[in-house]
């Protein structure tokens, strides 16, 4: 129940051998779901096999994206659902952006260096961690060319307001800070 954020049901497996990112703490599995409950995900392989993300339905429906073959990575639905940014090795990992209705790929970033992709809650704006220059999180608007601008990576509010995130401290160990978004 998405109103309700709670699971209904029994569990049943849909899908076998989805690829996932080994980088971060855990495993992170290349799938996501759209606000209508359609799932699209990246197939099992190693990272390095080209690939092409495609859409799977409830019933377990498979219809290709129209995506071209790449070394795809982690990437996230926008809200609207109309758009996927998704990191492409190309050589190094790089935000792209594709549009579902006109079926294109835009390449975002160049040599970013690229750790993770997601969207902020209202669509506007894509952020993504980079290891670049050492410059951590950075933001770029959905439309529009320009460089990447510093933004705190970690959980962002509903409201876009704050961001949660994790810090590493000599003292006291792992420790969680929130900051206002400016």
């Not at 608007?141 to 509903?158: A, C, D, N, Q």
Request: net charge neutral.
């Amino acid at each position: 129940d998405p109103d309700k954020l709670a699971l209904m049901g029994p569990e049943t497996v849909v899908l076998e051998s989805v690829r996932t990112e080994s980088e971060g703490i855990a495993p992170q599995p290349l799938a996501v779901f759209s606000r209508e409950g359609t799932l699209v995900y990246i197939s099992g392989g190693a990272p390095k096999n080209s690939t092409r993300p495609v859409w799977v339905d409830r019933r377990g429906k498979v219809e290709p994206t129209g995506m071209p073959a790449r070394t795809y990575r982690t990437f996230n639905l926008s809200p609207d659902g109309q758009s996927l940014a998704i990191i492409i090795a190309s050589p190094r990992n790089d935000v792209w952006l594709y549009d579902f209705e006109y079926r294109t790929l835009t390449q975002r970033t160049f040599e970013a260096d690229v750790d993770n992709v997601r969207w902020t809650p209202e669509g506007e704006r894509i952020v993504f961690g980079s290891r670049r220059n050492g410059r951590g999180g950075m933001s770029l608007p959905r439309e529009g060319t320009g460089e990447p601008t510093p933004f705190v990576m970690g959980s962002l509010s509903p409201d876009s307001k704050f961001v949660a995130q994790m810090r590493s401290n000599p003292t006291t160990g792992l420790d969680l800070w929130v900051h206002p978004v400016v």
